[in-house]
């Protein structure tokens, strides 16, 4: 039963929804280009924030405190915008209510725009090479493309799509059909707050504690449940492949510097006989990362082509399980 069930009943197929329009339609981009996307509100919010309650020339342990109550800010605002919108759009009732409900919730979820951004790269590195591919790449990474040669390209573009899966897909998908606008709002308020502020920079280290801590928190159930999702769309390309992403998730998920990437990294790596993850460059600062998977180091295009067919697979059982919990909910 959801937290928020005076509000809306049918969660589940409110997620199912979501997920339908947002793979149909995508990003409404003329409208957001007139009032603006939902998380360029949230990320104005924090920014806000950051620049009113984290002074440097403060001690750490009152910085930790600010960012702690920036949070509860950020969330309580998400939940309250969530409460009223969703509320109204109810009131459209029944089939609309839900579609129309279900549009505006399709907006905060990634699945088609990753695989567009992560299909481009593949077609790069076929047609423009090493630097076709570095380019493509930088628009779904952290790191140095500069650093990177073509199996480095490619291990980048399926680690981005394994971890985006859970944070841009997954996750979003869950608590939408656990709380609502309300929960999905509270979740990207989170994500983007960890994306923005939860660092261990000098200015964000104890500010965005709180920030990186809650992230952790409520992307822990979705970066399972991705694992899961690809472990058993692995089952589909063979037994074999399945097996070794079990293996890999049991082996290596625990030793990513992160508590929830790992999972589903280590589960497309098992699925495609690779090794992702490992020692990294991001900006200047070398990471020496567990491996995740331990199959080829020397990944290729064809295998980002592997990885998105896995991924399609895994949302057609995401999509599936919706319309289970829809139907017996």
């Known amino acids: 039963m959801s937290v928020f069930p005076t ?22 981009d003329a409208l957001y ?34 960012g702690i109550a920036a949070e509860l800010v950020l969330v309580g605002v998400a939940l309250a915008a969530g409460v009223l919108l969703q509320s109204l759009l ?11 409900t279900g549009l505006v919730a399709g907006t905060l979820l990634a699945q088609r725009s990753l695989h567009r951004f992560v299909g481009a790269v593949p077609r ?21 493309p500069a650093s990177l040669d073509e199996a480095g390209v490619a291990r980048a573009a399926i ?3 394994a971890e985006n899966f859970s944070d ?27 994306s923005m502020v939860g660092h261990r920079t000098p200015r964000h280290e104890a500010y965005g504690w709180a920030a990186a801590r809650l992230d952790d928190v409520v992307n822990l159930p979705a970066s399972r449940l991705t694992a899961l999702l690809l472990t058993c769309a ?8 399945a097996k070794a992403a079990l293996s890999a998730v049991r082996r290596d998920a625990g030793h990513h510097r992160s508590p929830n990437a790992g999972w589903p990294e280590a589960a497309m790596a098992g699925a495609l006989g690779l090794r992702l993850a490992g ?24 295998d980002i082509d592997a990885g998105l067919s896995l991924y399609r697979r895994s949302l057609a059982l995401l999509w599936g399980l919706a319309l289970v919990l829809a139907w017996v909910l």
């Open 90 to 100: 109810a009131r459209l009732g029944g089939l609309w209510g839900t579609l129309a």
């Open 7 to 28: 509000l809306y009943p049918g969660l589940p197929w409110l997620a199912l929804a979501a997920l339908a329009l947002e793979a149909l339609l995508g990003y409404p």
């Open 234 to 241: 692995a089952w589909t390309r063979g037994p074999g492949q």
């Open 279 to 302: 020692p990294r460059t991001y900006g200047d600062v070398r990471v020496d990362d567990h491996w995740m998977g331990d199959g080829r180091a020397e990944a290729t295009a064809a």
């Open 159 to 161: 680690e981005s799509l």
């Open 124 to 144: 790069a590195v076929r047609q423009r090479g090493l630097e076709g591919g570095r380019e493509a790449v930088s628009h779904i990474v952290g790191r140095n």
């Open 168 to 194: 841009g897909v997954v996750a979003p998908a869950f608590w939408l059909a656990v709380g609502g606008l309300p929960g999905l709002l509270a979740y990207k308020a989170i994500n983007t707050a960890d």
């Open 33 to 66: 280009a007139r009032i603006r996307h939902p998380v360029v509100w949230i990320g104005a919010l924090i920014g806000r924030l950051d620049r009113a309650w984290n002074q440097e020339e403060r001690p750490a342990a009152w910085r930790k405190a600010a």
